[in-house]
């Protein structure tokens, strides 16, 4: 709907001859502060309990694998039929294109029993994390070929991002839970823009601070233990979670609405009517469908309903395609491409959860109406055990 109003929007703009609006110079800074809302609204959802180690681990794992093998095969596919596209700039298209979108997914699988429930809030909120981060990786790699940072260079950066990341985490939580201003909410999360804005100026993975932060107060008994108890007044604490909770999801639903809104304004609608998108959207699609099928089968076995087409893709592929840097973007690559997958994966989605609700429905219905069978039974009586004896 959003993205329909978007394109509403500029075909209203078209009839009246109304001269174009340059959107462009906002959306860097709103997509930073997206991301970070994005990232630390995962992180928080993450509830890490030795119970649900292996539901993680396996979540982690078909994310990691799922985001990995989509990614690849995209960008063969963007490599072969898309003109100008190198290898580099194929992976930095297609990654955005392969990440599971926690902001729709969510908020739609409250219907589902709680296992599966709780499996797609975890892939969908590491299929956010680590697509980012892939992201940015490959970003960094074409941006800074010159000065040979390779994979070493990338986990050496990692390695000491965690380090300051949980360092920063502690000192912040420690400070903000001794403020009893009303207005600190606002001022920590200005904390954490200045920490991602100084990261990113000594060329550390600031998005790890982001979630570091996230999910250290999101479980901060797991975190504080020993000496480290006696720094935490944990109801304090609490109060900053829910609120920071609060304010993180309300923000991330003003940046999906104002940025799919734009992301319908900017689509050429001629675009959509080329062959070559229609083509490429599709293989696309079947190849999505056809990776999460294998990795579904073979970690969850046959119980694969909704699970397989609950695949949105949506804010953070709209978000990464617009920080694509200029350098690499290719012009041939047609925007219509993400508009057919956000939009078909979307729908797919919405019809595979309609079906799986008939489907319990009906099951329900079913054994309410089978009738439960009946005996009558006499207890034996002093005279029929003198009888039988």
Known sequence: M??????????????LEVDEIDIFPILEILGIVGLIMIVLEAALELELKREKLWPILKAFAIALVGLLGSTWVAALILEHNVEGMTTEVAWIYATPLSILSSAIIIPSVNSLSETKKEFHIYESTFSDIMGIMLFYFLVGQVEHAEHGSGFVGFLGNTGLTIAVSFLASYILIFIFQKISSHAKLFLLISVLLL????????????????????????????????????????EKAKHIYEDLHVITIETAFVVRTFFFVIFGFTIALDSLLHIDVAIISALILVSIYAIRFLILRITLGSDIIPQLFVAPRGLITVLLFYAIPKQV?????????????????????????????????????????????????????????????
């Open 195 to 234: 920490l991602y804005a100084l990261g990113k100026k000594m060329h550390l993975s600031s998005l790890i601070i982001i979630l570091i932060f996230g999910l250290l107060i999101g479980n901060m008994q797991l975190f504080f233990r020993g000496r480290l108890s006696k720094w935490l007044h944990l």
């Open 2 to 15: 959003l993205i329909f109003l978007g394109i509403g929007l500029k075909l209203g703009m078209d009839a």
């Open 329 to 389: 973007e290719v012009e041939s690559f047609e925007p219509g491409i993400l508009l057919f997958i956000i939009m078909a994966t979307s729908i797919i989605m919405t019809i595979a959860m309609v079906y799986d609700k008939r489907r319990n429905q009906q099951a329900l219905n079913k054994a309410s109406g089978i009738s439960i069978g009946y005996s009558t039974w006499k207890a034996p009586s002093v005279e029929d055990k003198e009888k039988e004896a």
